[in-house]
């Protein structure tokens, strides 16, 4: 008798049923990243290039500050846009959002056309506004960092659909983030990346949750 055959077959019916049972056990453990701050300030008088207004409500942000420094920030959105944005980018409530002071439009144009080598920036906003407005929203955020004088950051923060800082909190294996510095390709690739994973995947669950208890 041929028992590698049977133990083939014992192994493509055990592991459909292994693997369904590891992700129905996961729905309610799943881990959520932590939310730092429930009062960050919205996006009230930013405006797009094309004067399109910019909010944090319904969707999940990646929120940028290049304030008066836009050139400045190319390598970090180079990484972003490499390593996060192009693989999300067409999920409709995922945005980038980069706060920036008027009189940077040329620098911004030729930072779209490098973006426009990665992926389509149709969600990759710079959003314009007075340096009061930039650093309001900063200062929002509560975090341990400051705005150079130029009212910029290499750091980017994630918020969610609620207007909600997350990150990490500190415990015996990880420390404190607020935020995640652009310009280090390592933080974008393994740390940012992993969080945006966490936010997407809890959002997408919720959603699901949401379709199958209105089918019922």
């Known amino acids: 008798m041929d028992y590698r055959k049977y133990i083939v077959l014992g192994v493509l019916f055990v592991l459909p049923i292994t693997v369904y049972l590891f992700f129905a056990s996961g729905v309610n453990n799943f881990a959520k990243l932590p939310v730092l701050n429930q009062a960050v300030s919205d996006l009230e008088g930013f405006r797009t ?4 207004e910019v909010t944090f409500k319904d969707h999940i942000t990646v929120l ?9 920030q190319k390598a970090g959105a180079f990484n972003l846009a490499h390593k996060i944005y192009k693989k999300n980018y067409q999920f409709d409530d995922f945005q980038f959002v980069m706060l920036t002071q008027e009189g940077q439009q040329e620098e911004v144009a030729e930072v779209i056309n490098l973006l426009k080598q990665i992926a389509d920036p149709v969600h990759f906003k710079f959003a314009f506004g007075s340096a009061d407005r ?4 900063y200062e929002s955020l509560g975090t341990l960092g400051a705005l150079d ?16 800082l997350r990150g990490r909190t500190s ?3 990880m420390t404190l983030v607020y935020g995640y510095d652009a310009n280090d390709y390592a933080v974008v690739n393994n740390e940012m990346n992993d ?22």
């Open 49 to 52: 290039m094309d004067s399109t």
């Open 64 to 72: 940028g500050f290049y304030g008066a420094n836009v050139a400045g």
């Open 134 to 137: 930039i650093n309001s929203v």
């Open 149 to 164: 004088t130029s009212n910029a950051t290499s750091y980017v923060y994630i918020i969610d659909k609620e207007g909600q």
């Open 171 to 173: 415990d015996g294996e």
């Open 195 to 216: 969080d945006i994973k966490i936010v997407l995947a809890e959002y997408r669950l919720a959603l699901k949750k949401y379709k199958s208890a209105r089918a019922r």
